[in-house]
């Protein structure tokens, strides 16, 4: 007999066996995605099959993570709650974002330090610390193909927005009625469709932030974080199915052959792939799937996915010539950039943010009601990045 959701959660004592291998098989693979885009082969991606990797990736690690903050949320009051977001999110920000500004900056400049660190890029790049994202630095990476010094923090401020909706839904009490919450979800879908499919009936002043807060690349990872603690909340009836597996890698196959990149801004096509998405994310996050022993020692996604950009650039900086080789170059990217943030998100984890998580031992909530484990578990529900949490 088909065992639900719930049920095999219970069966691991609330971790799911295959969460470790998704995040860090998907903080991988976008890492691979971008290894392509900032090599200037953007129509490779965007215009062949390999369009889906965007469309796809930070959705499911968004996913994962309302899957995995939905049990806290319904645990922790709100302050310890987003006391335990802050922790296990800023402070390696902060840590990209100084190493980026204050060493990697002035190293890569291709301006006099004088202009550099009294340029006002170079002071507004540190309000990325707080959401409000900055991607160039005076001089740096001036002959690259993209002059962002991580264009990954876009993600950012999306994540911010959906510890935002967790807020409001733990306020109101939403994130424990599951038919509220499903009524919610729902009724962010509809508007969507409605801005999308009759714009004419918004003023047009409130337009253009519509279709950013309804239609735009950031509100479809939105859906996604809401679909992921709809799927948890609805656990006990939701099958743990392969069949249903199948059919939902089938909807994805059928969606990478009849659409193209404009599906990500798009919100009719969401309500039957999204949730596909979400369906193959919790799926495999509940198997039992292999991982190497290594990945098991700390959670290093969140570090790869934080870190790999400004070392791709690097890399693309330092040896144009090899890494702007059409396709290949980006192939050879990869190969050296994805150990470079692998190296540095392991330092991340094992000398910043399991340290840091630890300080929730002061705090009266997790390590009180489960006692603390160690400092992976500490990470399990960790994002994205993206966006991407732990309980």
Request: with cysteine; glycine share 6%.
């Amino acid at each position: 007999m088909t065992k639900s959701f719930g049920e095999v959660l219970d069966k691991y004592r609330g971790i799911g066996p295959g969460f470790d291998f998704l995040r860090i098989g998907l903080a991988f693979s976008i890492v691979l995605t971008h290894s392509f885009l900032l090599t200037d082969n953007n129509d490779f991606i965007r215009g062949s099959v390999f369009w889906f990797t965007e469309y796809a990736l930070v959705p499911m690690f968004f996913a994962l993570s309302g899957f995995l903050i939905a049990g806290s949320a319904q645990r922790l009051s709100l302050r310890n709650f987003l006391i335990n977001r802050g922790l296990r999110i800023v402070p390696a920000l902060a840590v990209d974002i100084v190493v980026c500004s204050l060493i990697i900056g002035p190293i890569i400049t291709v301006v006099y330090h004088s202009e550099y660190f009294t340029d006002q890029r170079f002071f507004k790049y540190f309000l990325n610390i707080v959401g409000w994202i900055h991607y160039e630095l005076p001089g740096v990476f001036q002959d690259n193909p993209s002059q962002r010094v991580n264009g990954a923090l876009w993600t950012v401020p999306w994540e911010i927005f959906c510890y935002i909706i967790m807020s409001f839904l733990m306020i109101t009490a939403i994130v424990k009625t599951r038919y509220k919450l499903l009524a919610v979800t729902i009724a962010y879908i509809v508007i969507g469709l409605i801005v999308q499919k009759m714009p004419y009936l918004l003023p047009g002043s409130i337009k253009p932030i519509a279709r950013f807060l309804f239609m735009s690349r950031g509100s479809q990872l939105i859906t996604a974080f809401m679909m992921g603690i709809v799927a948890f909340q609805f656990r006990a009836v939701i099958p743990h199915s392969r069949w249903i597996f199948g059919a939902a890698c089938l909807v994805c196959i059928v969606a990478i052959l009849t659409l193209d990149s404009r599906a990500t801004e798009s919100v009719l096509n969401r309500p039957l792939v999204i949730t596909s998405l979400v369906y193959i994310t919790v799926f495999v996050g509940l198997s039992e799937v292999p991982i190497p022993a290594f990945f098991r020692k700390g959670d290093y996604s969140y570090g790869v996915y934080l870190y790999h950009d400004p070392f791709l650039q690097i890399w693309i900086s330092s040896f144009p010539s090899v890494f702007l080789y059409p396709k290949y170059g980006a192939l050879a990217l990869y190969l050296v950039g994805l150990p470079s943030a692998l190296a540095v998100a392991v330092l991340s984890w094992h000398f910043i943010e399991k340290p840091i998580l630890g300080l929730r031992k002061k705090f009266s909530f997790i390590a009180q009601v489960r006692g603390v484990e160690d400092g992976n578990q500490a990470g399990r529900e960790s994002h994205v990045r993206p966006v991407a949490v732990k309980s």
